[in-house]
Structures are given as structure tokens and as C-alpha cells.
């Protein structure tokens, strides 16, 4: 099975729709990240929690909101949908005694907003 | 703020040829840079990374360099196969903290058989 593991895989939703992206991770790490894929921009940081009390703001976290409901678990909501947040979406996570800082990946979330 | 620049957005090769993609950093106390593979449908994995203190690094056919003066980096893959057409991702870590990287826009390596 998958270590990271996100759900949907894929969704399509209309704007001002209320709509939450999960994660979950088996891999025990304490941090988590939420990513944002766009052609051309690459990935940007949307929110990462470093543990279950710690949760702070990325590069555009303006739109979103975040979950860390446990170790293993970190959501994703987009109160109210607009077209532009259509993209595809990873949630990531690290380690903080591994050296190397090497995130692991999920699969991602396509997400469209019509 | 911090920026990666990573070139060329879109590099075709033909199979055994070598390529090269480079990234710029603009933030001089970053200190490990990483390389992430991301083939479609997936999410993306690291290859391989190198830190401030070495110049390069190889791993088998693919090998990374980095230029602290210039503040370059590059990811070299030599006899390219198939399986080696992603897309290609540098990061740079900001003086904010080594858990949060900077991405680069991303490179499409598409290995012509």
C-alpha cells in the first residue's frame, strides 16, 4: 500500500462549493505539507504542519484552510471554490531526523472548479 | 523573496543522448538543493539532491552540480532511456528553515526512442 495517500484522486466541483482534500500517511513523519501544481508555476506551498498543534501559512495559503486532525491526517478545505483554484494538488511529507529533508509525495488530487 | 529559475521549460533528447537542465537560486544561504522526477500520474520523487558544501554529485546516470558563486545548480543525465521522460523538478531550501523548499517551474524531458 501506499505510504501517502490522498482522496479524492480526482474531483470536479462548481464555484462557491464548499469541498475538503484528504491525506493520510503511514509513514509516521511528523510534518506535512500541502502543494499546489500549475503548468508552467510549478509547486507552491499552500500550508504545512509540523506536528498536530503546529500549522502555518505557505506562499498562497489566501482561499484555503487546513486540517491536522492527527499524526497521520492533514485536509485541505477550499471554503468556497472559484475557478482559478483549479489544479492539481500533493500533500507531501517529511521527516525531521532525516538528514537528507526529502519529502514524500502523494499521488495528488486533480481538482476542477467550472 | 526567494526564486528558482529552472531551464529549459520543455527538453527533447534522443535516446543515449545526454541532458542537461539548470537552475538559478536567488537566496545565497540556501544550502541543500534537491531534484524531484515526476512522471504522469504520480507525485514527485526524489532522484537526487546535494548540499552547499560539495560541488557535485553522482548517482549511476544522473549526476547534479552546483555553483555557490553563480548560484546555479544543474541535473546532468547521461545515456538517457525511455523511462527517463518526466517532468523535472529543482528546489532550493531559504534561509527560513531546511523543511520548506522553493520549487523551480519545472522541466518536460521527453526521450525521443
Known amino acids: 500500500d501506499a505510504d501517502v495517500t490522498q482522496t479524492p484522486r480526482n474531483r470536479i466541483t462548481k464555484t462557491g462549493k464548499r469541498i475538503m482534500l484528504e491525506c493520510s500517511q503511514t509513514k509516521g513523519h511528523d510534518r506535512m505539507y500541502w502543494y499546489r501544481q500549475d503548468p508552467g508555476l510549478g509547486l507552491r506551498l499552500i500550508y504545512y504542519s509540523f506536528d498536530v498543534k503546529d500549522i502555518n501559512k505557505g506562499e498562497i495559503s489566501d482561499g484555503y484552510s487546513v486540517s491536522r486532525q492527527a499524526q497521520a491526517k492533514f485536509s485541505l478545505s477550499l471554503e468556497s471554490a472559484i475557478p482559478n483554484q483549479t489544479a492539481l494538488y500533493f500533500c507531501?511529507?517529511?521527516?525531521?531526523?532525516?538528514?537528507?529533508?526529502?519529502?514524500?509525495f502523494g499521488p495528488g488530487t486533480r481538482l476542477t472548479v467550472t | 523573496g526567494e526564486n528558482v529559475e529552472q531551464h529549459p521549460s520543455t527538453l527533447s533528447v534522443q535516446e543515449g543522448d545526454s541532458a542537461v537542465i539548470k537552475c538559478t537560486y536567488s537566496?545565497?544561504?540556501?544550502?541543500?538543493f534537491p531534484w524531484y522526477k515526476q512522471e504522469l500520474g504520480k507525485g514527485p520523487q526524489l532522484i537526487i539532491d546535494i548540499r552547499s558544501n560539495v560541488g557535485e554529485k553522482k548517482d549511476q546516470r544522473i549526476a547534479v552540480t552546483l555553483n555557490k558563486t553563480a548560484k546555479h545548480f544543474s541535473l546532468h543525465i547521461t545515456e538517457t532511456q525511455p523511462e527517463d521522460s518526466a517532468v523535472y523538478f529543482c528546489?532550493?531550501?531559504?534561509?527560513?528553515?531546511?523543511?520548506?523548499?522553493?520549487f523551480g517551474t519545472g522541466t518536460r524531458l521527453k526521450v525521443l526512442a
Open positions: 528546489a532550493a531550501t531559504p534561509t527560513s528553515g531546511t523543511y520548506k523548499y522553493i
Open positions: 507531501a511529507t517529511s521527516d525531521p531526523r532525516d538528514i537528507s529533508y526529502e519529502q514524500y
Open positions: 537566496d545565497s544561504a540556501s544550502n541543500y
